[in-house]
Protein backbone atom coordinates (compact mmCIF):
# COMPACT_ATOMS: atom_id res chain seq x y z
CA UNK A 1 0.00 0.00 0.00
CA UNK A 2 1.57 3.49 -0.72
CA UNK A 3 1.97 4.82 2.89
CA UNK A 4 0.39 8.42 1.65
CA UNK A 5 -3.01 7.26 1.47
CA UNK A 6 -4.77 10.48 1.73
CA UNK A 7 -7.87 12.27 3.72
CA UNK A 8 -10.24 12.02 0.92
CA UNK A 9 -9.15 8.21 -0.13
CA UNK A 10 -10.54 7.71 3.98
CA UNK A 11 -13.88 8.97 2.97
CA UNK A 12 -14.46 6.95 0.08
CA UNK A 13 -13.28 4.39 2.02
CA UNK A 14 -15.37 4.59 5.03
CA UNK A 15 -18.37 4.93 2.78
CA UNK A 16 -18.18 1.47 1.21
CA UNK A 17 -17.75 -0.04 4.75
CA UNK A 18 -20.87 1.47 5.96
CA UNK A 19 -22.96 1.15 2.95
CA UNK A 20 -21.84 -2.38 1.29
CA UNK A 21 -22.85 -4.10 5.01
CA UNK A 22 -20.86 -7.00 4.13
CA UNK A 23 -22.97 -9.77 6.64
CA UNK A 24 -19.49 -11.40 6.99
CA UNK A 25 -17.66 -8.40 8.57
CA UNK A 26 -18.37 -6.87 11.52
CA UNK A 27 -18.49 -2.58 10.41
CA UNK A 28 -16.52 -1.83 13.55
CA UNK A 29 -14.26 -4.46 13.04
CA UNK A 30 -13.47 -3.75 9.49
CA UNK A 31 -13.42 0.39 10.48
CA UNK A 32 -10.68 -0.25 12.83
CA UNK A 33 -9.36 -2.42 10.16
CA UNK A 34 -9.09 0.61 8.16
CA UNK A 35 -7.83 2.49 11.36
CA UNK A 36 -4.81 0.54 11.12
CA UNK A 37 -4.64 0.47 7.99
CA UNK A 38 -4.18 4.68 8.27
CA UNK A 39 -1.07 3.89 10.49
CA UNK A 40 -0.08 1.81 7.24
CA UNK A 41 2.26 -0.26 7.38
CA UNK A 42 3.03 -3.58 5.24
CA UNK A 43 2.52 -5.85 7.25
CA UNK A 44 -1.35 -4.75 7.78
CA UNK A 45 -2.02 -3.89 4.64
CA UNK A 46 -1.20 -7.36 3.33
CA UNK A 47 -5.16 -8.53 3.12
CA UNK A 48 -7.65 -5.85 3.48
CA UNK A 49 -10.55 -7.97 2.26
CA UNK A 50 -9.75 -11.60 2.91
CA UNK A 51 -11.01 -13.80 -0.28
CA UNK A 52 -14.32 -15.67 0.39
CA UNK A 53 -14.70 -18.72 0.61
CA UNK A 54 -17.70 -20.13 -1.62
CA UNK A 55 -20.58 -22.34 -0.47
CA UNK A 56 -21.95 -22.64 -3.80
CA UNK A 57 -18.54 -24.08 -5.07
CA UNK A 58 -17.53 -21.11 -7.47
CA UNK A 59 -14.36 -21.79 -9.11
CA UNK A 60 -12.18 -18.70 -9.28
CA UNK A 61 -11.27 -17.96 -12.96
CA UNK A 62 -7.55 -18.08 -14.09
CA UNK A 63 -5.67 -15.00 -14.91
CA UNK A 64 -5.01 -15.41 -18.78
CA UNK A 65 -2.05 -14.66 -20.56
CA UNK A 66 -2.36 -14.45 -23.87
CA UNK A 67 1.41 -15.47 -25.95
CA UNK A 68 2.96 -13.35 -28.08
CA UNK A 69 4.58 -14.28 -30.78
CA UNK A 70 6.17 -17.52 -30.82
CA UNK A 71 9.86 -17.93 -30.06
CA UNK A 72 10.36 -19.53 -33.30
CA UNK A 73 9.30 -16.88 -35.87
CA UNK A 74 13.21 -15.01 -34.37
CA UNK A 75 14.50 -17.43 -36.15
CA UNK A 76 12.13 -17.63 -39.00
CA UNK A 77 12.77 -13.53 -39.63
CA UNK A 78 16.70 -13.99 -39.38
CA UNK A 79 15.73 -17.18 -42.10
CA UNK A 80 13.91 -14.95 -43.68
CA UNK A 81 16.70 -11.96 -43.71
CA UNK A 82 19.34 -14.24 -44.49
CA UNK A 83 18.07 -15.52 -47.65
CA UNK A 84 16.21 -11.79 -48.98
CA UNK A 85 20.35 -11.30 -48.56
CA UNK A 86 21.43 -14.18 -50.78
CA UNK A 87 19.20 -13.06 -53.42
CA UNK A 88 19.48 -9.40 -53.42
CA UNK A 89 23.54 -10.54 -53.80
CA UNK A 90 22.37 -13.20 -56.96
CA UNK A 91 19.90 -10.74 -59.00
CA UNK A 92 22.57 -7.73 -58.46
CA UNK A 93 25.83 -9.54 -59.57
CA UNK A 94 24.75 -12.92 -61.25
CA UNK A 95 21.28 -11.71 -62.83
CA UNK A 96 21.77 -8.19 -63.24
CA UNK A 97 17.97 -8.15 -62.74
CA UNK A 98 16.27 -4.86 -62.41
CA UNK A 99 12.63 -6.23 -62.38
CA UNK A 100 14.24 -8.83 -60.18
CA UNK A 101 15.21 -6.44 -57.51
CA UNK A 102 11.55 -4.82 -57.80
CA UNK A 103 10.06 -7.85 -56.63
CA UNK A 104 12.85 -8.60 -53.92
CA UNK A 105 11.36 -5.11 -52.95
CA UNK A 106 7.87 -5.94 -52.78
CA UNK A 107 8.47 -8.70 -50.80
CA UNK A 108 10.68 -7.54 -48.33
CA UNK A 109 7.96 -4.44 -47.81
CA UNK A 110 5.23 -7.31 -47.24
CA UNK A 111 7.30 -8.87 -44.80
CA UNK A 112 9.92 -7.01 -43.16
CA UNK A 113 7.59 -3.77 -43.47
CA UNK A 114 3.83 -4.39 -43.43
CA UNK A 115 3.72 -7.53 -42.08
CA UNK A 116 6.63 -7.49 -39.24
CA UNK A 117 6.16 -3.85 -38.84
CA UNK A 118 9.38 -2.61 -39.00
CA UNK A 119 10.70 -4.13 -36.07
CA UNK A 120 12.97 -4.93 -35.46
CA UNK A 121 15.20 -4.13 -38.29
CA UNK A 122 18.87 -3.57 -38.78
CA UNK A 123 18.50 0.51 -38.51
CA UNK A 124 17.21 0.27 -34.82
CA UNK A 125 19.52 -3.05 -34.42
CA UNK A 126 22.60 -0.20 -33.87
CA UNK A 127 21.18 1.36 -30.87
CA UNK A 128 20.52 -2.37 -29.04
CA UNK A 129 24.12 -2.67 -30.03
CA UNK A 130 25.05 0.02 -28.46
CA UNK A 131 23.38 -0.26 -25.03
CA UNK A 132 24.62 -3.52 -24.81
CA UNK A 133 28.16 -2.26 -25.27
CA UNK A 134 27.39 0.39 -22.13
CA UNK A 135 25.06 -1.50 -20.13
CA UNK A 136 26.40 -4.76 -18.59
CA UNK A 137 23.21 -5.17 -17.55
CA UNK A 138 21.61 -5.45 -21.38
CA UNK A 139 21.39 -8.57 -23.15
CA UNK A 140 20.39 -8.28 -27.23
CA UNK A 141 18.71 -11.04 -28.42
CA UNK A 142 21.01 -13.31 -30.35
CA UNK A 143 18.09 -12.16 -33.21
CA UNK A 144 18.82 -8.72 -32.98
CA UNK A 145 22.49 -9.60 -33.53
CA UNK A 146 21.98 -11.30 -36.54
CA UNK A 147 19.64 -8.08 -38.07
CA UNK A 148 23.09 -5.83 -37.02
CA UNK A 149 25.46 -7.90 -37.83
CA UNK A 150 24.26 -10.01 -41.30
CA UNK A 151 23.89 -6.91 -43.56
CA UNK A 152 27.31 -5.32 -42.31
CA UNK A 153 28.92 -8.50 -43.07
CA UNK A 154 27.63 -9.01 -46.77
CA UNK A 155 28.64 -5.43 -47.23
CA UNK A 156 32.10 -6.13 -46.33
CA UNK A 157 32.21 -8.51 -50.33
CA UNK A 158 28.71 -7.44 -51.96
CA UNK A 159 28.46 -3.61 -50.87
CA UNK A 160 24.49 -2.15 -50.03
CA UNK A 161 23.42 -5.38 -50.96
CA UNK A 162 20.57 -5.02 -48.02
CA UNK A 163 19.45 -1.54 -49.22
CA UNK A 164 19.11 -2.41 -52.68
CA UNK A 165 16.17 -5.01 -52.24
CA UNK A 166 16.19 -5.89 -48.43
CA UNK A 167 15.53 -3.16 -46.18
CA UNK A 168 12.07 -2.23 -45.90
CA UNK A 169 12.56 1.37 -45.55
CA UNK A 170 14.70 1.63 -49.12
CA UNK A 171 11.81 -0.68 -50.89
CA UNK A 172 9.36 2.10 -49.86
CA UNK A 173 11.21 4.82 -51.20
CA UNK A 174 12.59 3.46 -54.39
CA UNK A 175 9.27 1.91 -55.18
CA UNK A 176 7.80 5.66 -54.76
CA UNK A 177 10.66 6.84 -57.06
CA UNK A 178 8.84 8.53 -60.41
CA UNK A 179 10.95 11.24 -61.51
CA UNK A 180 14.24 12.14 -60.12
CA UNK A 181 16.11 15.10 -60.20
CA UNK A 182 19.82 15.84 -59.31
CA UNK A 183 20.97 16.84 -56.33
CA UNK A 184 23.84 19.77 -56.83
CA UNK A 185 26.68 18.16 -55.74
CA UNK A 186 27.60 20.30 -53.09
CA UNK A 187 24.79 20.09 -51.37
CA UNK A 188 24.69 15.70 -51.61
CA UNK A 189 28.66 16.49 -50.15
CA UNK A 190 27.08 18.26 -47.65
CA UNK A 191 23.92 15.89 -46.42
CA UNK A 192 26.19 12.62 -47.06
CA UNK A 193 27.98 13.20 -43.80
CA UNK A 194 24.32 13.64 -41.71
CA UNK A 195 24.14 9.68 -41.27
CA UNK A 196 27.21 9.44 -39.52
CA UNK A 197 26.15 12.66 -37.25
CA UNK A 198 23.01 11.02 -36.64
CA UNK A 199 24.85 7.69 -36.09
CA UNK A 200 26.65 9.05 -33.56
CA UNK A 201 23.92 10.80 -31.50
CA UNK A 202 21.53 7.58 -32.13
CA UNK A 203 24.78 6.04 -30.10
CA UNK A 204 25.30 8.37 -27.66
CA UNK A 205 21.80 8.19 -26.36
CA UNK A 206 20.78 4.92 -26.34
CA UNK A 207 24.38 4.19 -25.22
CA UNK A 208 23.31 6.42 -21.88
CA UNK A 209 20.18 4.44 -21.49
CA UNK A 210 18.59 8.00 -22.81
CA UNK A 211 16.41 7.29 -25.30
CA UNK A 212 16.18 5.16 -28.88
CA UNK A 213 16.15 8.47 -30.63
CA UNK A 214 16.58 6.07 -34.24
CA UNK A 215 13.20 4.67 -33.42
CA UNK A 216 11.40 7.93 -32.15
CA UNK A 217 12.12 9.37 -35.07
CA UNK A 218 11.77 6.76 -37.42
CA UNK A 219 9.41 8.17 -40.06
CA UNK A 220 8.53 5.10 -42.13
CA UNK A 221 7.23 2.25 -38.79
CA UNK A 222 4.37 4.52 -38.26
CA UNK A 223 3.55 4.17 -42.48
CA UNK A 224 3.58 0.08 -41.92
CA UNK A 225 1.70 -0.14 -39.06
CA UNK A 226 -0.85 2.93 -40.24
CA UNK A 227 -0.31 4.61 -36.71
CA UNK A 228 2.07 6.94 -34.70
CA UNK A 229 2.61 10.16 -34.06
CA UNK A 230 1.55 12.85 -35.30
CA UNK A 231 4.74 14.47 -36.20
CA UNK A 232 6.37 11.04 -37.40
CA UNK A 233 3.08 10.50 -39.51
CA UNK A 234 3.63 13.71 -41.68
CA UNK A 235 7.48 13.05 -41.43
CA UNK A 236 6.94 9.79 -43.63
CA UNK A 237 4.39 11.06 -46.15
CA UNK A 238 6.40 14.24 -46.25
CA UNK A 239 9.81 11.93 -47.14
CA UNK A 240 7.77 9.88 -49.30
CA UNK A 241 6.20 12.84 -50.98
CA UNK A 242 9.75 14.07 -51.83
CA UNK A 243 11.60 10.81 -52.75
CA UNK A 244 9.10 10.78 -56.01
CA UNK A 245 11.73 13.40 -56.85
CA UNK A 246 14.55 12.69 -54.92
CA UNK A 247 15.90 9.30 -55.22
CA UNK A 248 15.56 8.14 -51.92
CA UNK A 249 16.03 10.82 -49.18
CA UNK A 250 16.07 8.92 -46.24
CA UNK A 251 18.87 6.40 -47.56
CA UNK A 252 21.00 8.63 -48.63
CA UNK A 253 20.77 11.78 -46.26
CA UNK A 254 19.45 10.53 -42.64
CA UNK A 255 19.78 6.50 -42.56
CA UNK A 256 22.46 5.58 -39.55
CA UNK A 257 22.83 2.12 -40.50
CA UNK A 258 23.46 3.23 -43.90
CA UNK A 259 26.37 4.69 -43.18
CA UNK A 260 27.84 1.87 -41.60
CA UNK A 261 26.91 -0.28 -44.65
CA UNK A 262 28.49 2.78 -47.05
CA UNK A 263 31.88 2.13 -44.60
CA UNK A 264 31.80 -2.00 -45.45
CA UNK A 265 30.95 -1.27 -49.00
CA UNK A 266 33.87 1.83 -49.25
CA UNK A 267 36.27 -1.63 -48.69
CA UNK A 268 34.06 -4.43 -50.16
CA UNK A 269 35.59 -7.24 -52.23
CA UNK A 270 32.79 -7.05 -55.14
CA UNK A 271 31.51 -3.77 -56.46
CA UNK A 272 28.96 -3.36 -58.54
CA UNK A 273 29.66 -2.30 -62.17
CA UNK A 274 27.57 -0.64 -64.63
CA UNK A 275 29.17 -2.54 -67.50
CA UNK A 276 29.46 -6.06 -67.49
CA UNK A 277 32.26 -6.78 -69.54
CA UNK A 278 33.90 -3.07 -70.34
CA UNK A 279 32.76 0.30 -70.71
CA UNK A 280 32.58 2.07 -74.20
CA UNK A 281 32.00 5.25 -72.53
CA UNK A 282 29.03 5.93 -74.74
CA UNK A 283 27.87 7.71 -71.92
CA UNK A 284 24.53 6.35 -72.56
CA UNK A 285 24.17 5.39 -68.34
CA UNK A 286 25.54 9.14 -67.09
CA UNK A 287 21.87 9.72 -65.57
CA UNK A 288 20.99 6.81 -65.08
CA UNK A 289 21.75 6.74 -61.46
CA UNK A 290 18.62 8.52 -59.61
CA UNK A 291 20.85 8.72 -56.04
CA UNK A 292 23.84 10.59 -57.78
CA UNK A 293 26.08 7.67 -57.03
CA UNK A 294 27.46 7.17 -60.67
CA UNK A 295 30.73 9.16 -61.33
CA UNK A 296 31.79 10.03 -64.81
CA UNK A 297 35.61 9.18 -65.93
CA UNK A 298 37.97 12.14 -64.55
CA UNK A 299 41.61 12.60 -65.69
CA UNK A 300 43.81 13.51 -62.96
CA UNK A 301 45.99 16.34 -63.48
CA UNK A 302 49.56 15.67 -63.04
CA UNK A 303 51.51 18.77 -63.79
CA UNK A 304 53.21 20.19 -61.43
CA UNK A 305 52.29 23.34 -60.23
CA UNK A 306 48.44 21.83 -59.79
CA UNK A 307 50.23 18.97 -58.19
CA UNK A 308 51.70 20.57 -55.66
CA UNK A 309 48.53 22.74 -54.80
CA UNK A 310 46.61 19.59 -54.48
CA UNK A 311 49.37 17.86 -51.82
CA UNK A 312 49.51 21.57 -50.45
CA UNK A 313 45.66 21.89 -49.27
CA UNK A 314 45.41 17.96 -48.45
CA UNK A 315 48.23 18.66 -45.83
CA UNK A 316 46.09 21.97 -44.81
CA UNK A 317 43.23 19.76 -44.02
CA UNK A 318 44.97 16.93 -42.73
CA UNK A 319 46.82 18.90 -40.72
CA UNK A 320 43.04 20.98 -39.85
CA UNK A 321 41.91 17.67 -38.91
CA UNK A 322 42.71 17.20 -35.03
CA UNK A 323 41.82 21.11 -34.55
CA UNK A 324 38.10 20.18 -36.29
CA UNK A 325 37.60 17.28 -33.70
CA UNK A 326 39.28 19.33 -30.40
CA UNK A 327 36.71 21.90 -31.26
CA UNK A 328 34.06 20.12 -31.84
CA UNK A 329 34.54 18.05 -28.74
CA UNK A 330 34.36 21.68 -27.24
CA UNK A 331 31.19 22.57 -28.84
CA UNK A 332 30.02 19.63 -27.79
CA UNK A 333 30.11 19.96 -24.24
CA UNK A 334 27.65 22.91 -24.20
CA UNK A 335 25.25 20.11 -25.92
CA UNK A 336 24.88 17.67 -23.09
CA UNK A 337 22.67 19.50 -21.08
CA UNK A 338 20.46 19.20 -24.05
CA UNK A 339 20.72 14.99 -24.37
CA UNK A 340 20.73 14.92 -20.56
CA UNK A 341 17.20 16.29 -20.44
CA UNK A 342 16.51 13.64 -22.73
CA UNK A 343 17.14 11.07 -20.39
CA UNK A 344 14.12 10.36 -17.87
CA UNK A 345 16.42 10.13 -14.91
CA UNK A 346 18.31 12.98 -15.11
CA UNK A 347 15.39 15.19 -15.98
CA UNK A 348 13.19 13.78 -13.18
CA UNK A 349 15.87 14.36 -10.66
CA UNK A 350 16.04 18.22 -12.32
CA UNK A 351 12.74 18.78 -11.14
CA UNK A 352 13.24 16.71 -7.70
CA UNK A 353 16.67 19.47 -6.99
CA UNK A 354 14.55 22.37 -7.90
CA UNK A 355 10.96 21.40 -5.95
CA UNK A 356 12.61 20.05 -3.09
CA UNK A 357 11.73 22.51 -0.49
CA UNK A 358 8.29 22.51 -2.12
CA UNK A 359 6.22 19.95 0.06
CA UNK A 360 4.66 16.82 -1.67
CA UNK A 361 1.24 17.22 -3.35
CA UNK A 362 -2.22 15.96 -2.24
CA UNK A 363 -5.09 14.75 -3.96
CA UNK A 364 -5.41 13.51 -7.50
CA UNK A 365 -1.72 13.42 -8.84
CA UNK A 366 -1.20 14.11 -12.44
CA UNK A 367 1.79 11.06 -13.69
CA UNK A 368 4.34 14.06 -13.87
CA UNK A 369 3.70 14.80 -9.87
CA UNK A 370 3.66 10.84 -9.08
CA UNK A 371 7.15 10.25 -10.72
CA UNK A 372 7.96 13.01 -8.40
CA UNK A 373 6.91 11.53 -5.21
CA UNK A 374 8.60 8.03 -6.71
CA UNK A 375 11.97 10.25 -7.33
CA UNK A 376 11.27 11.91 -3.55
CA UNK A 377 10.75 8.28 -1.93
CA UNK A 378 14.56 7.62 -1.73
CA UNK A 379 15.79 11.14 -3.26
CA UNK A 380 19.65 11.24 -2.26
CA UNK A 381 20.14 7.70 -3.62
CA UNK A 382 18.16 9.08 -7.14
CA UNK A 383 20.06 12.12 -6.95
CA UNK A 384 23.03 10.32 -6.83
CA UNK A 385 22.59 7.76 -9.39
CA UNK A 386 20.82 11.14 -11.73
CA UNK A 387 24.22 12.34 -11.34
CA UNK A 388 26.38 9.13 -12.52
CA UNK A 389 24.43 9.03 -15.75
CA UNK A 390 24.91 12.81 -16.18
CA UNK A 391 28.49 12.64 -16.00
CA UNK A 392 28.62 9.90 -18.36
CA UNK A 393 26.45 12.06 -21.15
CA UNK A 394 28.81 14.59 -20.49
CA UNK A 395 31.42 12.55 -21.62
CA UNK A 396 29.37 11.07 -24.27
CA UNK A 397 28.78 14.54 -25.62
CA UNK A 398 32.07 15.55 -26.17
CA UNK A 399 33.03 12.09 -27.71
CA UNK A 400 30.10 12.69 -29.86
CA UNK A 401 30.88 16.30 -30.77
CA UNK A 402 34.54 14.96 -31.75
CA UNK A 403 32.90 12.16 -34.10
CA UNK A 404 31.42 15.39 -35.71
CA UNK A 405 34.53 16.89 -36.03
CA UNK A 406 35.98 13.95 -37.50
CA UNK A 407 33.06 12.97 -40.22
CA UNK A 408 33.20 17.04 -41.40
CA UNK A 409 37.45 16.66 -41.41
CA UNK A 410 37.24 13.62 -43.15
CA UNK A 411 34.45 14.30 -45.66
CA UNK A 412 36.77 17.81 -46.89
CA UNK A 413 39.82 15.35 -47.04
CA UNK A 414 37.97 12.89 -49.19
CA UNK A 415 36.83 15.72 -51.22
CA UNK A 416 40.31 17.39 -51.82
CA UNK A 417 41.52 13.77 -52.75
CA UNK A 418 41.54 13.04 -56.26
CA UNK A 419 40.96 9.43 -57.65
CA UNK A 420 41.68 8.69 -61.11
CA UNK A 421 38.68 6.91 -63.04
CA UNK A 422 38.63 5.93 -66.79
CA UNK A 423 35.10 4.36 -66.62
CA UNK A 424 32.02 5.27 -65.92
CA UNK A 425 31.48 3.35 -62.38
CA UNK A 426 29.54 3.84 -58.83
CA UNK A 427 30.84 5.17 -56.12
CA UNK A 428 30.84 1.87 -53.90
CA UNK A 429 29.66 4.04 -50.69
CA UNK A 430 27.56 5.59 -52.40
CA UNK A 431 25.65 2.75 -54.55
CA UNK A 432 22.85 1.45 -53.37
CA UNK A 433 22.92 -1.74 -55.98
CA UNK A 434 19.48 -0.95 -57.39
CA UNK A 435 20.12 -2.32 -60.74
CA UNK A 436 19.01 0.80 -62.67
CA UNK A 437 22.15 1.38 -64.44
CA UNK A 438 22.50 -2.05 -66.01
CA UNK A 439 20.02 -1.47 -68.60
CA UNK A 440 21.08 1.57 -69.73
CA UNK A 441 24.78 -0.14 -71.34
CA UNK A 442 24.81 -1.32 -74.12
CA UNK A 443 27.05 -3.95 -73.40
CA UNK A 444 24.75 -4.89 -70.94
CA UNK A 445 22.05 -5.32 -73.74
CA UNK A 446 24.24 -7.42 -75.80
CA UNK A 447 24.77 -9.59 -73.22
CA UNK A 448 21.38 -10.22 -72.59
CA UNK A 449 21.35 -10.95 -76.40
CA UNK A 450 19.29 -8.25 -77.04
CA UNK A 451 20.53 -6.65 -80.86
CA UNK A 452 21.44 -10.53 -81.97
CA UNK A 453 18.17 -11.68 -80.80
CA UNK A 454 16.63 -8.68 -82.13
CA UNK A 455 18.48 -9.31 -85.67
CA UNK A 456 17.70 -12.98 -85.91
CA UNK A 457 13.52 -12.88 -85.85
CA UNK A 458 12.75 -9.79 -87.93
CA UNK A 459 9.68 -9.03 -88.19
CA UNK A 460 8.10 -9.85 -91.32
CA UNK A 461 11.34 -9.33 -93.43
CA UNK A 462 11.46 -5.33 -92.47
CA UNK A 463 14.78 -3.65 -91.89
CA UNK A 464 16.19 -4.16 -88.64
CA UNK A 465 15.20 -1.51 -86.18
CA UNK A 466 18.44 -0.11 -84.07
CA UNK A 467 17.90 -1.42 -80.86
CA UNK A 468 19.45 1.16 -78.91
CA UNK A 469 18.21 4.70 -80.07
CA UNK B 1 31.52 -7.38 -30.30
CA UNK B 2 32.64 -10.35 -29.08
CA UNK B 3 31.79 -9.60 -25.23
CA UNK B 4 28.34 -8.53 -26.83
CA UNK B 5 27.37 -12.11 -28.67
CA UNK B 6 28.80 -13.64 -25.59
CA UNK B 7 26.10 -11.82 -23.42
CA UNK B 8 23.23 -12.29 -26.18
CA UNK B 9 20.80 -14.48 -25.40
CA UNK B 10 19.20 -16.96 -26.98
CA UNK B 11 15.58 -15.22 -25.96
CA UNK B 12 14.20 -12.30 -26.98
CA UNK B 13 12.64 -9.83 -24.79
CA UNK B 14 9.41 -8.33 -24.58
CA UNK B 15 7.89 -5.44 -22.40
CA UNK B 16 6.26 -6.17 -19.01
CA UNK B 17 4.88 -3.84 -16.36
CA UNK B 18 6.20 -4.58 -12.94
CA UNK B 19 2.61 -4.59 -10.83
CA UNK B 20 4.52 -3.14 -7.76
CA UNK B 21 6.20 -0.53 -9.58
CA UNK B 22 3.03 0.79 -11.01
CA UNK B 23 1.54 3.75 -9.77
CA UNK B 24 -1.43 3.98 -12.01
CA UNK B 25 -0.63 7.21 -13.69
CA UNK B 26 -2.89 6.53 -16.57
CA UNK B 27 0.03 6.95 -19.12
CA UNK B 28 0.16 3.65 -20.56
CA UNK B 29 -3.35 4.27 -21.65
CA UNK B 30 -2.56 7.22 -23.42
CA UNK B 31 1.60 7.02 -24.57
CA UNK B 32 1.23 3.38 -26.07
CA UNK B 33 2.16 3.65 -30.35
CA UNK B 34 -1.26 1.75 -30.60
CA UNK B 35 -4.26 3.44 -30.99
CA UNK B 36 -5.71 1.16 -27.77
CA UNK B 37 -3.28 0.91 -25.47
CA UNK B 38 -1.50 -3.04 -25.72
CA UNK B 39 -1.73 -2.52 -21.71
CA UNK B 40 -4.86 -3.72 -20.19
CA UNK B 41 -6.39 -4.28 -16.64
CA UNK B 42 -5.63 -7.81 -15.48
CA UNK B 43 -7.43 -9.44 -12.72
CA UNK B 44 -6.03 -11.59 -10.01
CA UNK B 45 -9.28 -13.54 -8.88
CA UNK B 46 -6.67 -15.28 -6.19
CA UNK B 47 -6.92 -12.15 -3.97
CA UNK B 48 -9.92 -10.46 -5.19
CA UNK B 49 -12.14 -10.05 -2.26
CA UNK B 50 -15.19 -9.91 -4.37
CA UNK B 51 -16.21 -7.38 -2.64
CA UNK B 52 -20.10 -5.79 -3.07
CA UNK B 53 -18.95 -2.67 -3.35
CA UNK B 54 -15.94 -2.88 -5.60
CA UNK B 55 -13.75 0.16 -5.03
CA UNK B 56 -12.39 -0.73 -9.08
CA UNK B 57 -15.97 -0.81 -10.24
CA UNK B 58 -17.96 2.10 -8.31
CA UNK B 59 -17.04 5.65 -7.76
CA UNK B 60 -16.01 6.91 -4.69
CA UNK B 61 -19.84 7.19 -2.80
CA UNK B 62 -21.64 5.87 -5.35
CA UNK B 63 -25.34 6.30 -5.78
CA UNK B 64 -26.09 3.13 -5.77
CA UNK B 65 -24.38 -0.40 -5.70
CA UNK B 66 -26.00 -1.01 -9.34
CA UNK B 67 -23.97 -1.67 -12.77
CA UNK B 68 -25.67 2.26 -13.60
CA UNK B 69 -23.25 4.09 -15.98
CA UNK B 70 -23.18 7.22 -13.30
CA UNK B 71 -22.02 4.51 -10.70
CA UNK B 72 -18.95 3.29 -12.58
CA UNK B 73 -15.40 3.90 -12.46
CA UNK B 74 -14.71 2.30 -16.00
CA UNK B 75 -14.63 5.13 -18.50
CA UNK B 76 -15.58 2.34 -21.24
CA UNK B 77 -17.79 -0.15 -19.13
CA UNK B 78 -15.15 -2.83 -19.56
CA UNK B 79 -15.56 -4.24 -15.96
CA UNK B 80 -18.69 -6.87 -16.08
CA UNK B 81 -20.20 -7.65 -12.59
CA UNK B 82 -22.05 -10.69 -11.90
CA UNK B 83 -23.52 -11.93 -8.83
CA UNK B 84 -21.92 -15.06 -7.32
CA UNK B 85 -23.42 -15.63 -4.24
CA UNK B 86 -24.88 -13.34 -1.70
CA UNK B 87 -23.06 -11.41 -0.76
CA UNK B 88 -19.96 -11.98 -3.29
CA UNK B 89 -19.35 -10.39 -6.60
CA UNK B 90 -16.98 -11.40 -9.49
CA UNK B 91 -15.40 -8.83 -11.79
CA UNK B 92 -14.34 -9.60 -15.10
CA UNK B 93 -12.40 -7.27 -17.44
CA UNK B 94 -13.48 -7.05 -21.01
CA UNK B 95 -10.39 -6.80 -22.90
CA UNK B 96 -11.85 -5.18 -25.89
CA UNK B 97 -13.13 -2.03 -24.25
CA UNK B 98 -10.47 -1.35 -21.64
CA UNK B 99 -8.23 0.95 -22.47
CA UNK B 100 -5.34 0.47 -19.92
CA UNK B 101 -6.29 3.63 -17.89
CA UNK B 102 -5.95 2.15 -14.56
CA UNK B 103 -8.41 3.80 -12.88
CA UNK B 104 -10.06 0.90 -11.37
CA UNK B 105 -6.48 -0.27 -10.62
CA UNK B 106 -5.91 2.78 -8.44
CA UNK B 107 -9.53 1.82 -6.82
CA UNK B 108 -8.68 -1.34 -5.75
CA UNK B 109 -5.28 -0.73 -5.23
CA UNK B 110 -5.93 2.16 -2.36
CA UNK B 111 -9.23 0.96 -0.84
CA UNK B 112 -9.10 -3.12 -2.07
CA UNK B 113 -6.85 -6.03 -1.74
CA UNK B 114 -5.29 -4.95 -5.07
CA UNK B 115 -6.02 -7.80 -7.20
CA UNK B 116 -6.40 -5.25 -10.56
CA UNK B 117 -3.43 -4.10 -11.96
CA UNK B 118 -1.89 -3.45 -14.87
CA UNK B 119 0.16 -5.70 -17.73
CA UNK B 120 1.31 -5.38 -21.17
CA UNK B 121 -0.49 -7.84 -23.35
CA UNK B 122 1.04 -9.63 -25.74
CA UNK B 123 -1.24 -10.64 -27.96
CA UNK B 124 -1.51 -7.07 -28.76
CA UNK B 125 1.63 -5.47 -28.09
CA UNK B 126 3.79 -5.09 -31.28
CA UNK B 127 7.46 -5.01 -28.86
CA UNK B 128 8.88 -2.06 -30.13
CA UNK B 129 12.55 -1.88 -30.20
CA UNK B 130 11.77 0.76 -27.08
CA UNK B 131 8.53 1.32 -25.72
CA UNK B 132 7.08 4.57 -25.89
CA UNK B 133 5.29 4.34 -22.09
CA UNK B 134 8.58 2.89 -20.81
CA UNK B 135 10.01 6.49 -21.30
CA UNK B 136 6.98 8.13 -20.12
CA UNK B 137 5.90 5.89 -16.99
CA UNK B 138 6.06 7.70 -13.41
CA UNK B 139 6.72 4.35 -11.66
CA UNK B 140 9.71 3.06 -13.88
CA UNK B 141 7.62 -0.07 -14.21
CA UNK B 142 8.95 -0.96 -17.34
CA UNK B 143 11.61 -3.06 -17.96
CA UNK B 144 12.61 -5.99 -20.73
CA UNK B 145 11.39 -9.84 -19.47
CA UNK B 146 12.29 -13.09 -21.33
CA UNK B 147 10.07 -13.71 -23.81
CA UNK B 148 9.57 -16.97 -22.82
CA UNK B 149 8.23 -15.35 -19.56
CA UNK B 150 6.26 -12.70 -20.74
CA UNK B 151 3.95 -11.73 -17.41
CA UNK B 152 4.42 -10.40 -14.13
CA UNK B 153 1.44 -11.42 -12.26
CA UNK B 154 0.42 -10.55 -8.70
CA UNK B 155 0.11 -13.30 -6.64
CA UNK B 156 -0.16 -11.90 -3.64
CA UNK B 157 -1.69 -8.45 -2.13
CA UNK B 158 0.53 -5.22 -2.22
CA UNK B 159 3.61 -7.27 -2.85
CA UNK B 160 4.06 -8.76 0.32
Given at each position: MRPDANESGLTAAGGPENRAARPRFNPTLSLSVLILLLISTVALAQQRFPPPDFESGHKLPLTTTPAGRAFIYEYVDVAVLAACIAISVFLIYRKRSRAGLVGLSLFSLAYFGFYRKGCVCAIGSVQNIALALFEPGYAVPVSVLAFFILPLAVSLFFGRSFCAGVCPHGALQDLVLLKPIKVPAWLEQALSTLPFIYLGAGVLLAGTGSAF??????????????????????????????G????????????????LLKAGAMVSRWRVTVTPDNCTQCRLCETSCPFGALREPEEVQTTPSVLRQDRRRLAFLIALLPVLVLGCAWVGDFFSGAAAALNPTVSLADRLAAEKETPAKSGALSPDDLALDRARQNADEFLRNAEAIRKRITTGSRIFGGWVGLVIGLKLVGLSV???????????????ACA????????????????????????????????LK | MGSIAMRSSAMNTVWQ????????????????????????????????????????????????????????????????????EDPYFEYTIDERLCIGCAKCVEGCNRFGNGSLFLQVR???????????????????????????????????????
Open positions: LICQYDPFVPVFRLSGRALMVIAGVALLALMFVGRPYCRFLCPYGAHRRRKDYEPTPGDCLRCFEFCPSELVRRGFPNGFASQPLDGSPLEPA | IDPQKCVRCGNCATHCVLEQSAVKCVHAYAICGYCQLCTGYFEPEPNDLNTGAENCLCPTAAIKRTFVHDRCVNCNECAISKVCAGDAFRRVPANAPYLLKTTSHGL
